[in-house]
């Protein structure tokens, strides 16, 4: 997907208690190619994405009557779109908790309208790519990575380890992909950096130590031992489960 492709027939959902916020970023994002749809809280938004979803959702995590956390969880049940977090300035607990809902990114407020902008591009792009990968047939498809207990379907977007199902967003299956690519080799943040955002998007270390964060509890939920993912302070991550 380029970028006229990625802005091209997608509607952005808006969801703030901000009005100002709500306006400006329409209007960049508009002025980008893409159609938005704008909601001031998450209940008026749950109702409208259950009935008509969106192609990618923009939601602050602090709102009144239903945060954004509650509204992704809700919609999640009926519903699948990537989605961003709008989130205060150094709030690690915020980008913590958007993760564990299942928030494909983050921007962290105030942000500027141009790295808001790559950053949905990115998302959409991940979101089709993933797509387009369910849809190829077999033969032709990503081959599975086996390391050990670890078995990913790109082609698929499947995780197991041994034989349970773990289920990862866009974004921690291509760290985990990076990783496990190359047992043993130790990644640096800046490596996993572009294979997860792979459109010169900047993501501070932090973006990047959250998502490890995320991959080890995920897969403690069902291998409370598990420990194959092993950090070198000052170099990066590195698989170690084979």
Known sequence: MDDDSATSDCTIAL?????????????ALQSEGFRTRLYPDGESALKALIANPADLGIFDIKMPRMDGLELLKRLREKVQMPVIFLTSKDDEIDEELGFATGADDYVAKPFSQRLLIARVRAV????????????EDIVGGTAAI?????????????????????????????????????????????????????????????????????????????????????????????????
Do not use: C
């Open 146 to 242: 086996v390391r050990g207990r670890l078995e990913m379907d790109p082609a698929r977007h499947r995780v197991h380890w041994d034989g349970k199902d773990v289920s990862l967003t866009v974004t921690e299956f291509m760290i985990l992909e990076a990783l496990a690519h190359r047992p043993d080799v130790v990644k640096s943040r800046n490596q996993l950096m572009d294979a997860a955002y792979q459109d010169d998007v900047y993501v501070d270390d932090r973006t990047i130590d959250s998502h490890i964060k995320r991959l080890r509890r995920k897969f403690r939920q069902v291998d409370p031992e598990f420990d194959a993912i092993d950090t070198l302070y000052g170099a990066g991550y590195r698989f170690t489960g084979n």
């Open 124 to 135: 959409l792009r991940r979101a089709e790519n993933r797509r387009n990968a369910k849809s």
């Open 15 to 27: 969801v703030d208690d901000d009005r100002n916020i709500l306006a400006s970023v329409s209007i």
